[in-house]
């Protein structure tokens, strides 16, 4: 690869990576938390921790669109619970200061995951995936149009957490009770739900490859984070979780869309 071509890749990553559609909001937030970066990074706690601090995002989430973010847990993570998530106008985020708890999902106005690696809403836990610390990069999923909302580690998808999220207004939430935690929001981006974007939860990545060289107007499809973000979005061999994938449901439209490989589900 000579320099051009490298430099070319680095302006692109550059670009990438400072992509944000929304930052955080500290008229929304809990006062126990401290902007920097134009208000990407969050230090919770900055001297001391009384209870749990939530920062909430500056706008509501799109309808009719994916939306993705990301968040780098900069500091080594412990205490009662360190969670992301989403919740809506009405959640309840200022009745924690004093106190210490595990906050997103404990009403029904909230959806979290906790850095111990469970979910949470409406009181309600389950087990789901992996755990989060120090340096790893948790990302969000929120698809409006199926309802569905998932999680990554490190780009690694955990499986759809919850479902029935279509129509409710959301915000991305993240919350700390642990003394000078430091989190940051690398990216925020959305697009639109058409056909062609769910479409590309079904081409192999040599398909689409071929896409982008044979129709060089449609790379903005085949080379953006959807298409590996969109392409492991739905996993229905997990059969283990309360809340999510086995209430998903699927008419012959569905599968026309995302092939023959998927079960259809009873409805509870």
Not at 80 to 106: I, K, Q, W, Y
Not at 178 to 207: F, G, N, R
Request: hydrophobic share 35%; net charge negative.
């Amino acid at each position: 690869m000579d320099l051009a071509t490298n430099d070319q890749h680095t302006e692109t990553e550059n670009d990438f990576s400072s992509k944000h559609e929304w930052t955080w909001d500290k008229k929304l937030s809990t006062s126990s938390i401290k902007l920097s970066d134009n208000n990407l990074e969050v230090t919770f706690h900055p001297v001391y921790s009384t209870g749990t601090a939530v920062a909430k995002s500056n706008k509501p989430l799109e309808k009719g669109r994916h939306h993705f973010w990301e968040i780098l847990m900069i500091t080594h993570i412990y205490g009662t619970d360190v969670m992301v998530g989403v919740g809506t106008p009405n959640a309840e985020l200022h009745d924690s200061d004093a106190n210490f708890c595990a906050l997103l999902g404990r009403d029904r106005e909230s959806w979290g995951f906790s850095y111990k690696g469970y979910l949470q809403h409406d009181g309600k836990i389950c087990e789901y995936g992996t755990t989060f610390g120090q340096d790893n990069l948790v990302g969000i999923h929120l698809d409006t149009w199926m309802g569905t909302l998932q999680f990554f580690v490190d780009r690694k998808p955990l499986g759809v957490a919850f479902t029935n999220l279509n129509n409710v207004m959301l915000y991305p939430l993240i919350s700390s009770t642990m003394a000078q935690c430091v989190m940051k929001l690398t990216y925020s981006c959305s697009i639109p739900v058409t056909l062609q974007t769910t479409c590309l939860a079904v081409l192999s990545p040599s398909q689409k490859a071929h896409l982008s060289k044979k129709f060089p107007g449609l790379r903005y499809l085949t080379q953006n984070i959807f298409a590996d973000i969109l392409q492991k979005s739905i996993d229905c061999d997990n059969e283990d979780l309360e809340f999510p994938a086995k209430y998903i449901i699927l008419d012959d439209f569905d599968f026309a869309l995302v092939g023959l490989g998927i079960k259809k589900k009873k409805h509870f």
